[in-house]
């Protein structure tokens, strides 16, 4: 079965760091970009980041960028998003996801979501 | 403020047909980036509805269909069922940006 399964959220103070994690199961991990997408409760879905297959391509959404960083490791099938100066506007559940291609500089879809890993940024 | 415009809400009744629009641009949708669409049931993680022209992902009934045309897209559901009454969203990507961009989102509801 095809499977993302997050970890890693929890509650932190403002200002603070934290990493949250995506180990994905019954694919091929290296052959597929990959996505953290996060949603606030009763709003809608903000793409936040991305990696090619490789790592060798990243991006970020302009509210994240400088304190966001993406990370994949493919010996362990792993994805991280390692989150700093955290802000209480980043209070979210935030998705793994994955894209049906192995680049990310395009528009392909985004087939496999994990169930969320909830961050909740306060003091 | 979203990259990519939905309607906040639309409703039908039972067994009518319903559209989604998705607004964008000459960066996005204009360019001939691919639309997906999304589904989000209540409570639950979003799962892809339809992927590029208009195909669907097994599982998915012929109920649904999107379109393209210059800068915006549509998703089509008819013969509305209850089971449908859930948030959508469209993405594609924007080379302005560089990334994905999603819609903000349109609340369904089944009258």
């Known amino acids: 079965e095809v499977q993302l399964m997050e970890s890693g959220g929890g509650l932190v103070q403002p200002g603070r760091s934290l990493r949250v994690s995506c180990v994905a199961s019954?694919?091929?991990?290296?052959?597929?970009?990959m996505h953290w997408v996060r949603q606030v409760r009763g709003q809608g879905l903000e793409w936040v980041s991305s990696?090619?297959?490789?790592?060798?391509?990243?991006a970020y959404a302009d509210s994240v960028k400088g304190r966001f960083t993406i990370s994949r490791d493919n010996a362990k099938n792993s994805l991280h998003l390692h989150m700093n100066s955290l802000r209480p506007e980043d209070t979210a559940l935030y998705y793994c996801?994955?894209?049906?291609?192995?680049?990310?500089?395009?528009?392909?879809?985004?087939?496999?979501w994990g169930q969320g890993t909830s961050v909740t940024v306060s003091s | 403020q979203s990259v990519l415009t939905q309607p906040p809400s639309v409703s039908g009744a039972p067994g009518q047909r319903v559209t989604i629009s998705c607004t964008g641009g000459?960066?996005?949708?204009?360019?001939?980036?691919?639309v997906h669409w999304y589904q989000q049931l209540p409570g639950t993680a979003p799962r892809l509805l339809i992927h590029?022209?208009?195909n669907r992902p097994s599982g998915v009934p012929e109920r649904f269909s999107a379109s393209e045309s210059g800068t915006a897209a549509s998703l089509a559901i008819t013969g509305l069922q209850a089971e449908d009454e859930a948030d959508y969203y469209c993405?594609?990507?924007?080379?302005?940006?560089?990334?994905?961009?999603f819609g903000g989102g349109t609340k369904l509801t089944v009258l």
């Open positions: 000459d960066s996005n949708i204009g360019a001939y980036y691919d």
């Open positions: 993405q594609s990507y924007d080379s302005l940006s560089g990334h994905v961009v």
């Open positions: 019954g694919f091929t991990f290296d052959d597929y970009g």
């Open positions: 990696i090619n297959w490789n790592g060798d391509t990243v």
């Open positions: 996801v994955k894209y049906t291609s192995s680049s990310v500089d395009s528009s392909y879809a985004m087939d496999v």
């Open positions: 590029g022209r208009n």
